[in-house]
């Protein structure tokens, strides 16, 4: 379990369900900048070159060398370094947590492709972690800000793709937490709503 910066309210706001092959899934609030984890996951723009939202906090938390780290990743395209839906990863720096794993969610339109997209960052995030071996990553509510994603149902894309991926991952795998580190009770409700929903039926 993460220390995520919660710990007034770590008590009552945390839940944890079980996913299949060793993989437990936790949810709370708190502050993602905080986190003691092997890496948090940063919800970018495709530029990777910082922002508002959590990508700022992550910014000024890591401090300068993530610019740097970013800026190094290479361009697909003019200034897209990380397209819609993917995933990058660099080194933490100055945070608690090793790496960040950088992901861009959909900007919300009410239609299938921003529910794919939006499942395809959180697959993505997940695919690089277990690539670089590591064995906890905790997510922000992706696209749930400044993208404008309605939250109920960012909650049961996000969710669902965890349980798909936790079924898909073999017993070599490393991953054993997969967090969500919530900034508010209401989005926390959510995500708690939809793994309620999900887990059990899955
Ligand atoms: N810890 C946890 N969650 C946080 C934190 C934090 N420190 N700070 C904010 N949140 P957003 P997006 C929550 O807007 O919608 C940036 O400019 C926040 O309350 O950060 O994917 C990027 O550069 C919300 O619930 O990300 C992109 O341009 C959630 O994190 C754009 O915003 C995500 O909100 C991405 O927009």
């Known amino acids: ?62 401090g300068p060398q993530l610019y740097e780290a970013c800026r190094a990743v290479p361009e697909v395209r003019p200034g897209v370094r990380c397209p819609t839906g993917e995933a990058r990863i660099t080194p933490g720096f100055k945070l608690p947590a090793r790496y960040v794993v950088h992901t861009v969610g959909p900007i919300y339109k009410n239609d299938n492709e921003s529910a794919a997209l939006l499942r395809a960052s959180h697959l993505s995030s997940l695919d690089l972690a277990v690539k670089q071996g590591l064995t906890s990553v905790a997510f922000p509510a992706v696209s749930c800000g400044i993208y404008g994603y309605p939250v109920s149902r960012a909650s049961h894309i996000a969710v669902k793709s965890c349980i798909d991926f936790g079924d898909e991952q073999g017993l070599n795998s490393p991953l054993r937490n997969i967090e969500f580190v919530l900034f508010s009770q209401d989005i926390y409700n959510a995500w708690v709503a939809a793994a309620e929903d999900l887990v059990h039926r899955s």
């Open 1 to 62: 379990m993460a220390d995520c910066g919660g710990k007034a309210a770590a008590s009552i706001l945390r839940r944890s369900f079980p996913l299949s092959n060793r993989i437990s899934l936790q949810i709370s609030v708190g502050d993602l900048t905080k986190c003691s984890v092997d890496a948090i996951v940063n919800a970018a723009n495709e530029r990777m070159l910082g922002g508002g939202g959590v990508d700022g906090a992550v910014h000024r938390a890591a």
